[in-house]
């Protein structure tokens, strides 16, 4: 990934804050939103530019922005987050106030963003939900679906106290957010800031701001599924816990509480439904899965935190130093020995009745459980030696 690098320090005066707009074809509303920024700037007397981050605009938005008095950076790499990127690499100002240039946002009512990144915020969420959001402003699914779950799982993933994980309108101190050195080129970079801001340990607040509906003619740059997806793999990638570890811890509780009970022979729930070995088999086909989830999340953690994109944490460094790689062969072997004693057990069974078909009865489980027991060996052993292949170079 090439990163942008923010302009040397000579080229940088002396500025406060730096208003941000990310531009693609936005004539129609440009204008307005550069008007309202910089009269926010003379009104207030901050020291400040506005700067337009164009993103191969052909509609004449460029010389409208410089008419206005804004300053313009062309981006080539397309995208909402590759814009914003281009436009924090050269940004002079000591904070950024970033906005979308449809004229949804208020950039003359910035105070709030102001006074919390002044008095040492890192980054300054705007909330439209506690500001106020006007009618046709945002559409019913993004309101009422995917805006509040999104936002809810960046809180359950990453213990971020945000209601509005996307909200356009954000503040943030310049140097803090360029070495988070962000990637994304996408609508997902909304949700990579704040993300990768709270693993990097930077303060986040929110201020109520408003969101009224755009000025422009033609529909958002915006797709709400496949965006609103771009958003989700965000998060779960950059959250291993929740995409592998909990949801594998979940599967092996309830694939070996049904191997527990189905095992000594069939249970009957009520006198019209019985579980037997169908549902023994899928059962320890559910342990299974768990075990190669939780060996995907221990990997996929390592492995973040070695690069460097997750944080390390010391709980994970014990649990991993405990369970080196010849440890865990060990327990493999273990595993894989009593795998093999359920199935000689089962074949033993079998020859006792002279290799004719397999019941379903205490033969079947027997082989079942060791089958899975075998499985879950060769599965532990190689996640051990794909943890030792992945370290190698990044130790190095």
Same mark, same amino acid.
């Given at each position: ?72 950076? !062309? ?205 023994? *088999? ?5 342990? *299974? ?83 899975? !027991? ?23």
């Amino acid at each position: 990934m090439t990163h942008l690098e923010p302009l040397p320090a000579e080229a940088s005066g002396p500025l406060e804050l730096t208003i941000l707009m990310p531009c693609l074809n936005e004539a129609e509303t440009l204008g307005v939103c550069v008007d309202k920024a910089m009269a926010y700037l003379k009104r207030s007397g901050i020291s400040g530019e506005v700067l337009i981050a164009d993103n191969g605009s052909t509609d004449g938005s460029q010389a409208i922005a410089t008419a206005g008095g804004a300053r313009v950076v !062309a981006v080539p790499e397309r995208g909402y987050g590759a814009a914003l990127k281009g436009g924090i690499a050269a940004a002079r100002g000591r904070y950024i106030i970033m906005g979308d240039a449809d004229d949804s946002y208020d950039f003359s009512r910035l105070d709030a963003f102001v006074e919390r990144l002044r008095a040492g915020t890192d980054i300054v969420m705007g909330n439209r939900f506690q500001g106020g959001i006007g009618p046709g402003a945002m559409p019913f699914l993004h309101r009422y679906l995917g805006n509040p779950v999104l936002s809810f799982l960046g809180r359950l993933f990453f213990g971020i106290e945000v209601g509005d994980f996307h909200c356009g309108l954000r503040g943030f101190n310049t140097e803090a957010v360029r070495k988070l050195r962000l990637e994304t080129s996408g609508m997902e970079f909304a949700s990579e800031m704040v993300v990768r801001a709270s693993l990097a340990g930077l303060s986040i607040v929110e201020v109520p701001t408003t969101l009224k509906k755009d000025g422009r003619s033609r529909p958002p740059h915006l797709k709400t599924w496949r965006d609103g997806w771009r958003h989700l793999r965000f998060l779960l990638v950059y959250s291993p816990r929740w995409l592998f570890f909990y949801p594998g811890l979940v599967l092996i509780l309830l694939g070996g509480t049904g191997v527990a009970a189905l095992y000594p022979g069939p249970l009957s729930i009520t006198p019209h439904l019985r579980l037997d070995i169908h549902t023994f *088999l899928v059962a320890a086909m559910t342990v *299974l899965i768990g075990v190669q989830a939780i060996s995907f999340g221990v990997v996929a953690r390592r492995y973040g935190a070695l690069l460097g994109f997750l944080p390390a944490s010391e709980d994970l460094e014990r649990v991993l130093h405990a369970f080196s790689l010849e440890r865990v062969l060990r327990a493999a072997l273990v595993l894989g020995v009593l795998g093999l004693g359920f199935q000689v057990w089962a074949v033993s069974n079998w020859a006792q009745a002279s290799f004719g078909d397999l019941v379903f009865g205490a033969t079947m489980r027997k082989l079942i459980l060791g089958l899975t !027991a075998l499985v879950a060996a060769v599965q532990l052993a190689l996640t051990a030696f794909l943890a030792s292949v992945v370290e190698m170079p990044l130790k190095r």
